[in-house]
């Protein structure tokens, strides 16, 4: 029996963009009948669904933020750029930023300095929190947390605070054609003086957060007790 094999003319008509009066072949504007009975595959239907259930979710979120944010904006008021309100929130919001997240991982701190005195004394974090735990209590595992805390609430907003008071000086400094030039010169500059300030701001506090951490019993019971401790055996420069 001899194949029967399509010719180039019927290829041509069916699978070319051009029709034969010379005309672009288009889609057809009429949809399927299966694309018409979408309710006969559920898979697709439930894909749309979640599709559609996602984007309202996301533009409902959306407008929730902006209605929050607004209303934040409107009791706290505007805040115009480098003013003297701006800088305090950007302070505040410095020492929450780092005051807070510090000090939430003390336990983290405490079995980290403590390892590095003696790499012996813990295998691991949860060995340590249980062995603190079951000599000191639970608040055991939170030891240095103040200092930690009032220390680093220093440093996040004189960080914070710091860096944007700066970049504005060392702007104002060399002129608005130079500061747009050295952009990046001058932003570094800015961190980094706000960094040198925050970081003299933190050791007084770091210095008794790491001697809490590294006695067994700690030789203090908070920061000013260990600050007052420090500075009557040292003075000052401990």
Request: proline fraction near 5%; charged fraction near 20%.
């Amino acid at each position: 029996m001899p194949i029967v094999l399509p010719s180039q003319a019927a290829l041509s008509a069916a699978f070319s963009p051009i029709l034969s009066n010379g005309q672009p072949r288009t889609q057809s504007s009429q949809t399927s009948s299966f694309r018409g009975r979408e309710h006969l595959y559920p898979t697709w239907s439930v894909a749309d669904d979640a599709k559609a259930k996602t984007n309202q979710l996301s533009d409902a979120a959306v407008k929730e933020f902006e209605k929050a944010s607004n209303k934040a904006q409107s009791a706290a008021g505007k805040i115009e750029l480098y003013s003297p309100k701006y800088y305090a929130a950007c302070t505040f919001g410095g020492l929450l930023a780092c005051g807070l997240t510090h000090t939430t991982v003390t336990p983290l701190d405490l079995v980290k300095c403590r390892r590095q005195v003696d790499s012996k004394l813990y295998k691991g974090n949860f060995e340590a929190w249980g062995k603190i735990s079951r000599a000191e209590g639970l608040r055991g595992i939170f030891t240095g947390w103040s200092p930690t805390f009032f220390g680093y609430s220093v440093q996040g907003a004189a960080k914070y605070g710091g860096y944007e008071f700066f970049k504005k000086f060392y702007s104002d400094l060399v002129g608005q054609e130079n500061a747009y030039k050295y952009k990046t010169w001058i932003y570094l500059a800015g961190s980094a003086s706000a960094e040198f300030i925050a970081d003299i701001g933190l050791c007084p506090f770091e210095a008794v957060k790491v001697r809490m951490q590294t006695t067994i019993p700690p030789f203090a019971t908070g920061t000013f007790s260990g600050i007052s401790t420090i500075t009557s055996a040292e003075g000052t420069a401990g």
